[in-house]
C-alpha cells in the first residue's frame, strides 16, 4: 500500500545520513567510552563531537549538555533533580504528560504545584506566571512548543520573570528542537530538555541542557558519566545520532528549511480548511512549522484517524494511552473547546522527509473520509438537519 | 521517487487493493477465543478483515476503592485482553485498532445497570451492551472507517428470511452456547449487517480451529461473569461506583414482609435480593422462605414458600419484534426469561403499545423483573423485552 506519514510529532525516520553516522559504532567502534584504551578513545572522541554539535544546536556550551535516554529522561531529570519537598513549581496545563505527571508525583511528595491556564489560542500569559511567584518558588517549567498544536510559548519572556525572581526556569523544547532555532541563553533558561527521535535521530536518545552552575540531583546514581549528573555507560551510536542530526538541522536553517515546511504545512491548512465547518487549533498564536491541529465538526476523531490509516495516511489525535486507544486531549480541553470539538480534532505534522506529493496526497484523501464519516455520523445528520 | 516512509516497495505507485471495500468485515474483538477465531476464519476465507477492540471500561477506575481488588488482570478491556487481541491480529495479519466508547458505555450500560439495582431489579448489562455499543456504536464506527459489516464471536445465526423479507435471529448449532437471549435487541437493520460465524459451530470445534490457526490466545478460558464486575461480586462495585461518582452509598434498608402484608424483619436493602433467593434473609421461620417480590418504591422484600414464585404470566415492555413486523392475533411461543431457562411453552399477547403479555402453559419460577423474556418460535426468535412484572 501507498503510505505517507504525516505524524512526525509521535515520531521522525532517522535520516539516511544519520544512520550512516552511526553504523560504524553498531561494530567497528565499539569501545565503551570511559575505557582508557585506544577503543574508548575512539567512542569518547564521538561522545564528544556529538556533544559540540547538540551544544552548537542550542546555542550553549559542550559542558552544559547531558546525554540521556529522551525526553521523559530529561523532564524528569530537571524537575527531580531540583525540586524539594516544601518547593513550589509553577507549570502549565498544556505540558507534556512527562512533565505533567512529574509535578503531580512532586506534589504528593510534599511539593505544591501551581497551574498555569492558556488562552484559546493555547498560550500562556507570562503575566500569569509572575502572578504565580511565590517566596517558596522554586522552578518553572514550561514548554517551548506544544505536542499536539505546536504553538510556541513566550518562554524569552517567562525567562526574564524567573531571573528576575531568581528561580530556575525548565522548558521542555522536545517539539522545538531541530524545528525552530533555539538558544537557551536568549531564552534564559536553567535547564532545557530536548529528544533525539523528534528531529531524525534515533528513538532512546536525548539531552539535557543545564545551565553551568545549576546544581542538579542525579536521578541515576552509578559511575560517574556525564560529570556524575547520568550515571550509566553512554549510547555512543545514539548519541552519535543525535549529533548528526543537530548538523542536519543547523544546516537546515542555514537554507531556511523550516521555511519551506512552513510553506507546506500552510499549504495543506488551506486544503483542509476549505472542508465545511473545519478550523485549526491553536491559530494566531505562533507555531513550529511542521505542525497543524484541525478540527472537523460532527466527526470523531478516532474513526477518521483508522479511517486514514486503512487508506495509507498516518496521522493521530490526542494521546495514545496503553491500550492503543484514543483519550479527549488535556491541550485541546485546556484552550477551551468543547469535548465534542477536542474529539474532533487530529494532528498533521510534517518531517523533512515529507514531499509535496505527501501533501497532495493528504489534501485529496482527507475531505472525502471527512465526507464520509459525516455522512454517517448521527451527531453531524443532526447539526445539518438543525441548520 | 516517492520519499514516503514506510512506503512498501513492491507497492509503490497507486493504491494497492488492500485498501477497505464493501466486502470489508470490522470484527469486535475481545482478546477471547471466540473473536479471535472469528477474525482468522474470516481472513483464512479471503475477506478484509478489520479487527476492533472497543475500550468500555477503565478496570483501573475503582480498582482499591470499597474492597474493589487492588489488581485487574485479564478481564474486559484489561491491557491483557488488548495485548492478546493484538497478537492475535498480527498472527493473522490483520489491521487492528482499539476504539474508546467508554463515555457511552459508563452511559448506556453502567448507570442503567447501578439505577436497576437501586430500583429493587435484577439488570443484565450484556443485553443493554449489544444493544447501545457492539451494534451500534462499534458497527459506526465500521462503516465509517470503511466496513458494511460487523462479525463477532456469539453463538448465534443471521439468516434472511425470502418470504417474509426479515432478517432471522436463530440460536446455534452448539445449543449449550447459546447466546441468543443476550441479541433480542437487535433490529433488522443491525441484523442486516451483522455476521456470527461460530453459529453453526461448537466450542470445541472453535478451540481446534484456534489452536489450527496457531492463536496464543486458543488455550484461553472462557469469561462468564459481567465484563466490568471483577470477580462478580456487583454489591462490592455498587458501592464503589457510587462512591467514585461522590453519590451516597446504598441505603435502600426496609421491611421484610409475608405476601400477607405482616413485617416480619429488616432488611439491609433491596439490592442483595433477588427474586427467588433463598440464602442471606436474615430471617428464621420454620419452613424456608424465598423472595417472591421486591418493591422499589416501598424497599419492601416479599417473603413467602417456595409455591410462591410460581407465576403463568408476565409483562414486558420496551419490546423488539425480529421475525414478524408486529403482533397482531396472540401467537404460540416458547419464551426464556432468563440466559439459563429451558423455554417453556406460551401465548404472546399485545396488550398495549410497546407492550406484550406472556401466558405461560405452566406456572414458571422466579420470574424476575429487570430481566428479558425472549419468545422464540422453535429455533427462530421471534422477539423479546424487558419484564416488568409478573401476576
Not at chain 1, 116 to 140: E, F, W
Not at chain 1, 326 to 341: D, K, W
Not at chain 2, 173 to 195: M, V
Not at chain 2, 321 to 326: D, G, M, N, P, Y
Request: include cysteine; aromatic fraction near 6%.
Amino acid at each position: 500500500m501507498y503510505r505517507v506519514y504525516l505524524d512526525n510529532n509521535a515520531t521522525t525516520p532517522v535520516l539516511p545520513e544519520v544512520l550512516e553516522a552511526m553504523r560504524p559504532y553498531f561494530g567497528e567502534h565499539f569501545g565503551n567510552a570511559s575505557s582508557i584504551h585506544h577503543h574508548g578513545q575512539e567512542t569518547r572522541a564521538a561522545v564528544e563531537r556529538a556533544r559540540e554539535s547538540v551544544a552548537q544546536l542550542l546555542a550553549c556550551r559542550a559542558s552544559e549538555i547531558v546525554f540521556t535516554s529522551g525526553g521523559t529522561e530529561g523532564d524528569n531529570l530537571a524537575l527531580w533533580g531540583l525540586v524539594k519537598p516544601g518547593d513550589h513549581i509553577i507549570t502549565s496545563t498544556v505540558e507534556h504528560h512527562a512533565v505533567l505527571n512529574t509535578c503531580k508525583h512532586l506534589g504528593e511528595e510534599g511539593s505544591e504545584v501551581t497551574y498555569i491556564p492558556v488562552d484559546s489560542r493555547g498560550l500562556v500569559d507570562p503575566d500569569d506566571v509572575k502572578r504565580a511567584l511565590r517566596p517558596n518558588t522554586k522552578l518553572i517549567t514550561i514548554m517551548t512548543a506544544n505536542n499536539e498544536t505546536g504553538v510556541l510559548q513566550p518562554v524569552e519572556e517567562i525567562g526574564k520573570i524567573a531571573a528576575e525572581a531568581e528561580v530556575y526556569f525548565h522548558t521542555d523544547a522536545v517539539q522545538a528542537a531541530g524545528k525552530v532555532p533555539i538558544d537557551a541563553s536568549k531564552i534564559g533558561c536553567d535547564l532545557l530538555t530536548i529528544s533525539g527521535h523528534k528531529f531524525h535521530a534515533p528513538q532512546g536518545v536525548g539531552a539535557l541542557y543545564v545551565r553551568k552552575g545549576t546544581h542538579l540531583e542525579p536521578m541515576l546514581y552509578g559511575g560517574s558519566h556525564e560529570r556524575s549528573r547520568r550515571a550509566g555507560t553512554e549510547n555512543v551510536p545514539g548519541i552519535v545520532g543525535l549529533g548528526k542530526a543537530a548538523e542536519l538541522a543547523l544546516a537546515g536553517f542555514e537554507r531556511g528549511d523550516d521555511k519551506t515546511m512552513a510553506a507546506m504545512r500552510d499549504r495543506l491548512e488551506r486544503e483542509l480548511r476549505q472542508i465545511d465547518s473545519a478550523g485549526v487549533n491553536g491559530e494566531g498564536a505562533p507555531r513550529v512549522p511542521n505542525t497543524m491541529n484541525v478540527y472537523f465538526e460532527g466527526i470523531e476523531g478516532e474513526a477518521l484517524v483508522i479511517a486514514l490509516d486503512l487508506k495509507g495516511l498516518a496521522v493521530s489525535t490526542g494521546a495514545a494511552c496503553s491500550s492503543g486507544a484514543i483519550e479527549p486531549s488535556h491541550v485541546l480541553t485546556a484552550m477551551g473547546l468543547r469535548p465534542g470539538q477536542a474529539k474532533a480534532s487530529i494532528r498533521f505534522s510534517l518531517g523533512k522527509q515529507n514531499r509535496e506529493e505527501d501533501v497532495e496526497f493528504a489534501s485529496t484523501l482527507v475531505p472525502e473520509t471527512v465526507t464520509r464519516l459525516r455522512e454517517l455520523s448521527p451527531l453531524w445528520q443532526k447539526s445539518v438537519v438543525g441548520k | 521517487m516517492k520519499a514516503a516512509v514506510g512506503c512498501d516497495p513492491s507497492a509503490e505507485g497507486s493504491p494497492s487493493s488492500e485498501m477497505p471495500t464493501a466486502d470489508s468485515i470490522a470484527v469486535a474483538m475481545s482478546g477471547g477465543v471466540d473473536s479471535s477465531t472469528v477474525a482468522a476464519m474470516l481472513r483464512a476465507e479471503g475477506h478484509n478483515v478489520i479487527g476492533l477492540t472497543m475500550q468500555l471500561w477503565n478496570q483501573r477506575r475503582l480498582a482499591g476503592r470499597e474492597g474493589m481488588p487492588e489488581q485487574v488482570h485479564g478481564r474486559c478491556c484489561s491491557l491483557d485482553d488488548v495485548y492478546d487481541a493484538r497478537r492475535v491480529a498480527e498472527t493473522i495479519g490483520i489491521p487492528y485498532y482499539v476504539v474508546n466508547h467508554e463515555e457511552r458505555f459508563e452511559r448506556d450500560v453502567v448507570r442503567p445497570f447501578v439505577q436497576e439495582y437501586l430500583s429493587g431489579r435484577t439488570p443484565i448489562p450484556c443485553s443493554l451492551c449489544n444493544n447501545h455499543l457492539k451494534f451500534d456504536q462499534l458497527l459506526t464506527v465500521a462503516r465509517q472507517i470503511g466496513a458494511e459489516r460487523v462479525a463477532t464471536g456469539h453463538y448465534a445465526q443471521v439468516t434472511f428470511h425470502e418470504e417474509t423479507g426479515r432478517w432471522l435471529l436463530k440460536r446455534p448449532a452448539d445449543k449449550s452456547k447459546d447466546q441468543t437471549y443476550f441479541l433480542f435487541g437487535l433490529t433488522q437493520e443491525q441484523l442486516s449487517r451483522t455476521l456470527f460465524p461460530l453459529g453453526g459451530m461448537t466450542k470445541p470445534e472453535v478451540r481446534e480451529l484456534a489452536r489450527k490457526h496457531a492463536l496464543v490466545i486458543a488455550e484461553k478460558p472462557d469469561s462468564q461473569e459481567i465484563c466490568f464486575v471483577p470477580g462478580g461480586d456487583y454489591k462490592r462495585f455498587l458501592d464503589a461506583y457510587l462512591a467514585e461518582q461522590g453519590e451516597p452509598p446504598l441505603e435502600t434498608p426496609g421491611e421484610m414482609v409475608t405476601t400477607d402484608g405482616q413485617v416480619i424483619g429488616e432488611h439491609n436493602g433491596i439490592h442483595n435480593f433477588t427474586v427467588g433467593q433463598r440464602k442471606g434473609l436474615g430471617v428464621a421461620t420454620g419452613s424456608p422462605l424465598y423472595v417472591l417480590q421486591i418493591k422499589g418504591d416501598t424497599r419492601q422484600v416479599v417473603v413467602g414458600p417456595d409455591e410462591g414464585l410460581y407465576h403463568r404470566t408476565l409483562q414486558a415492555h420496551r419490546i423488539n419484534l425480529i421475525s414478524v413486523a408486529k403482533l397482531g392475533e396472540p401467537m404460540r411461543v416458547s419464551v426464556k426469561i432468563r440466559h439459563r431457562h429451558e423455554p417453556a411453552a406460551a401465548a404472546i399477547e399485545c396488550t398495549g403499545p410497546d407492550r406484550i403479555q406472556v401466558n405461560f402453559d405452566e406456572p414458571q419460577r422466579a420470574i424476575t423483573p429487570g430481566q428479558a423474556a425472549v419468545f422464540y418460535d422453535g429455533d427462530v426468535v421471534v422477539g423479546g423485552g424487558w419484564i416488568e412484572s409478573s401476576g
